[in-house]
């Protein structure tokens, strides 16, 4: 199928038709460690709908420290407004890259994976990473955990479940983008105003 036929098939959908695809994919997807990769790669494509044009250039497992350390997602910032332009302008969180960790676990996540995404960060890649997962439980444990990365100057870290993607795309099929950017301001809020 070529490109110009892959665009007709869409214009031809109802956009609720095609998120609720996406939804209902995403909701599919098996928790645990033999889907990973899958949930991963899903989970890539979903951010790359949602936050384009700000975020673009998707790339897996990126190497860095000469192939030391692995980033799970990484996407350029190319915001000239909005959410992630306001991260480095105003908040002053140094970002022209934003990680991704993705965790497709049955179990909450902990300190591990907070400090293996706070890891990534330097001052020259930039301090400022999501990290997705499929639920949290413990929400208020997580969350002090995020703060106690920031207030220890080791960057910002905001996560984001499956129902917080859905709710996005929810933003979407209402007609209310800027319920996308809110949802996001309000994790960064939980960590940097403690």
């Known amino acids: 199928m070529t490109n110009e036929q892959v665009i007709q098939v869409i214009k031809e959908k109802d956009i609720n038709e095609i998120i609720d695809g996406l939804i209902i994919k995403l909701q599919d997807i098996p928790i645990g460690k033999e889907n990973a990769s899958l949930y991963h790669r899903y989970v890539k494509s979903l951010l790359e709908i949602l936050w384009y044009p700000y975020l673009v250039n998707p790339i897996i497992e990126k190497e860095i420290n000469n192939g030391r350390k692995r980033i799970d997602i990484v996407m350029d910032n190319n915001a000239s407004k909005g959410f992630f332009y306001d991260m480095h302008q105003i908040t002053k969180i140094f970002c022209p890259y934003v990680y991704i960790e993705c965790k497709?676990?049955?179990?909450?996540?902990?300190n591990p994976e907070i400090d293996q995404l706070s890891g990534r960060f330097s001052g020259g890649r930039g301090q400022f990473g999501v990290l997705?997962?499929?639920?949290?439980k413990d929400k208020d444990l997580f969350l002090k955990r995020c703060q106690d990365t920031y207030k220890d100057g080791r960057g910002l870290v905001i996560f984001l479940i499956d129902e917080d993607i859905i709710a996005m795309f929810n933003a979407i099929k209402e007609d209310e983008p800027q319920k996308i950017w809110h949802l996001l301001d309000d994790k960064k809020r939980q960590v940097i105003l403690s």
């Open 132 to 136: 997705l997962c499929r639920e949290i």
């Open 104 to 110: 497709n676990y049955g179990k909450d996540v902990a």
